[in-house]
């Protein structure tokens, strides 16, 4: 069955980075997109970007342009964001998810990143 | 970039209920529109696809109707367990992705 592994909550304190993993099974890890979705406390989903993990080629809406970079390893079908210069805005839960024809399909569990002095 | 506007942003039903939520595109979106499920502390669940399509699994008391710009999720019975945040997300044009803002039904 298809499932995306998340890694571990974070706690950051402001400036610094964090980087997410998201580990594939169940599937052929180069066949579909991957999308990160966070969501803040309380509040809705909000899209941070996508992968390709075949090419590797990314797109990020313009809010996160130049913050945040999303990488792949195929050889342990693991996706990662990382997310720099954090502020306790970026405190949220961070979601990877798999695509087919831009449709989410399947979720991972969540990571939560607080960020805190 | 499209916007999703979702409507009610909460709703108070009861058990056996029938509930409606709808989405609204801020253009033509054709049938291209994706409804999620949310319960607290979890990750969202595909409910229906391509604006009317079923996902596998999901309980029949869930429909999905509309083209273009509007959009409905009917709950035909509500059940226990559908007390939940409902978002719907459009797959016209990504990216950018876009959700519209939840829809929670609370009892």
Redesign the interface.
């Known amino acids: 069955q298809v499932q995306l592994v998340q890694s571990g909550a974070e706690v950051k304190k402001p400036g610094a980075s964090v980087k997410v993993s998201c580990k594939a099974s169940g599937y052929t890890f180069t066949d579909y997109y991957l ?1 990160w ?1 966070r969501q803040a406390p309380g509040q ?4 941070m ?2 992968i390709n993990p075949n090419s590797g080629d990314t ?3 313009q809010k996160f342009q130049g913050r945040v970079t999303m990488t792949r390893d195929t050889s342990i079908n693991t996706a990662y964001m990382a997310l720099s210069s954090l502020t306790s805005d970026d405190t949220a839960v961070y ?1 990877c ?1 798999r695509v087919r ?5 399947f ?4 990571t939560l990143v607080t960020v805190s002095s | 970039d499209i916007q999703m506007t979702q409507s009610p942003s909460s709703l108070s039903a009861f058990v056996g209920d029938r509930v409606t939520i709808t989405c609204r595109a801020s253009q033509t979106i054709f049938t ?1 529109l ?1 409804w ?1 499920q949310q319960k607290p502390g979890k ?4 409910l229906i ?2 604006a009317s399509s079923l ?1 596998s699994g999901v309980p029949s008391r869930f429909s999905g109707s509309g083209s273009g710009t509007d959009f409905t999720l009917t709950i035909s019975s509500l059940q226990p367990e559908d007390f939940a945040t409902y ?1 719907c ?1 459009q ?2 044009s ?9 829809t929670k039904v609370e009892i």
Do not use: C, H, M
Request: glycine share 16%; aromatic share 24%; proline share 9%.
């Open positions: 999308y979705v809705g989903l909000e899209w970007g996508r797109n990020f809406p979601y998810a024809a831009a449709i989410v399909d979720w991972g569990q969540g | 291209y994706n999620y990750a969202p669940k595909l696809y391509a996902q978002y997300q797959s016209y990504s990216p950018p992705v876009t959700f519209g803002g939840g």
